[in-house]
């Protein structure tokens, strides 16, 4: 759970640099950057030895979906809509989470629905939003992006518990390079190179993202979710959200003027999240 939390924290900054700092710069090749930079941190860790080719194959068509698909959808999302929303938007993950682990494990538990059920109640009720016009592609986009990531989280899951003896770091470059190759195609096909022009600032912040908030970040966010149980998972999805909000708004200045009912959403919806995980902890794998 430590793991989840550090995440949780650091992930929360991610927002709103991408948003202010990031704007102007191609979605798709911003994407494979921080991918690529990901992936060769992990390299030096990497052990192909410790596992059969075809377990390679499933983790580098994870990490396609987990990452690849979840972050081109994710960046391509801050087109259309300002960072706080992005992270309003990831309210569903959560959700994700829970019926995909209950698909897998063919039961139904309304314990694991209702937590993720109680956290997006949280994330709602913080910042609530009539969307309109082009923020609905910008929330489609979202809804891809949660679906990836949540599918994805439950699936390397489900392979950890099968594969205990292999260390994550030993394999997570494999994830990252299925990433890369996913997002390196979209960059492709889709970006557009020549506005693809960013300042020293912009750099230093795509390293940071890439090696950081991505790198370190997603594989803590894995090694944490291979321990907890569905329900811990599933309401930390949400639990960034009220700190990503936060830093948006007040760190970034997306709004320059916060409003008391502002304060009394976040404080209300993060008590909401805060529940939702305690009794996560509680609800059986």
């Given at each position: 759970?430590?793991?989840?939390?550090?995440?949780?924290?650091?992930w929360?900054?991610?927002?709103?640099?991408?948003?202010?700092?990031?704007?102007?710069?191609?979605?798709?090749?911003v994407?494979?950057?921080?991918?690529?930079?990901?992936?060769?941190?992990?390299?030096?860790?990497?052990?192909?030895?410790?596992?059969?080719?075809?377990?390679?194959?499933?983790?580098?068509?994870?990490?396609?979906?987990?990452?690849?698909?979840?972050?081109?959808?994710?960046?391509?999302?801050?087109?259309?809509?300002?960072?706080?929303?992005?992270?309003?938007?990831?309210?569903m993950?959560?959700?994700?989470?829970?019926?995909?682990?209950?698909?897998?494990?063919?039961?139904?538990?309304?314990?694991?629905?209702?937590?993720?059920?109680?956290?997006?109640?949280?994330?709602?009720?913080?910042?609530?939003?009539?969307?309109?016009?082009?923020?609905?592609?910008?929330?489609?986009?979202?809804?891809?992006?949660?679906?990836?990531f949540?599918?994805?989280?439950?699936?390397?899951?489900?392979?950890?518990?099968?594969?205990?003896?292999?260390?994550?770091?030993?394999?997570?470059?494999?994830?990252?390079?299925?990433?890369?190759?996913?997002?390196?195609?979209?960059?492709?096909?889709?970006?557009?190179?020549?506005?693809?022009?960013?300042?020293?600032?912009?750099?230093?912040?795509?390293?940071?993202?890439?090696?950081?908030?991505?790198?370190?970040?997603?594989?803590?966010?894995?090694?944490?979710?291979?321990?907890?149980?569905?329900?811990?998972?599933?309401a930390?999805?949400?639990?960034?959200?009220?700190?990503?909000?936060?830093?948006?708004?007040?760190?970034?200045?997306?709004?320059?003027?916060v409003?008391?009912?502002?304060?009394?959403?976040?404080?209300?919806?993060g008590?909401?999240?805060?529940?939702?995980?305690?009794?996560g902890?509680?609800?059986?794998?």
């Amino acid at each position: 759970m430590v793991y989840l939390i550090i995440v949780s924290c650091l992930w929360a900054f991610s927002f709103g640099l991408i948003g202010s700092r990031l704007s102007g710069l191609d979605s798709t090749i911003v994407a494979a950057v921080r991918l690529g930079l990901a992936c060769v941190c992990f390299v030096p860790f990497l052990r192909l030895m410790r596992i059969s080719w075809p377990n390679a194959c499933k983790l580098i068509a994870l990490g396609a979906l987990q990452f690849g698909v979840m972050y081109v959808a994710y960046i391509r999302a801050y087109s259309y809509l300002p960072s706080y929303l992005v992270a309003l938007f990831s309210v569903m993950t959560p959700l994700y989470v829970a019926v995909s682990h209950s698909i897998f494990e063919r039961t139904f538990r309304w314990q694991l629905l209702a937590c993720s059920a109680l956290s997006i109640l949280g994330a709602g009720v913080i910042k609530y939003a009539q969307p309109e016009g082009a923020i609905w592609v910008g929330f489609f986009l979202m809804q891809i992006a949660n679906v990836a990531f949540g599918l994805g989280q439950v699936l390397y899951k489900r392979w950890k518990q099968a594969h205990p003896d292999v260390g994550d770091s030993s394999v997570f470059a494999l994830m990252y390079f299925g990433a890369f190759l996913f997002s390196g195609a979209s960059a492709i096909v889709l970006g557009n190179w020549g506005h693809f022009q960013p300042t020293g600032e912009q750099i230093w912040v795509l390293v940071y993202l890439g090696v950081v908030a991505a790198g370190i970040g997603f594989f803590l966010w894995n090694k944490g979710a291979a321990i907890v149980n569905a329900g811990t998972l599933a309401a930390f999805n949400n639990a960034v959200v009220p700190l990503a909000m936060a830093t948006s708004l007040f760190v970034f200045g997306e709004i320059a003027e916060v409003s008391r009912d502002d304060l009394i959403k976040l404080t209300s919806g993060g008590s909401l999240i805060f529940v939702a995980i305690i009794w996560g902890r509680k609800t059986a794998s």
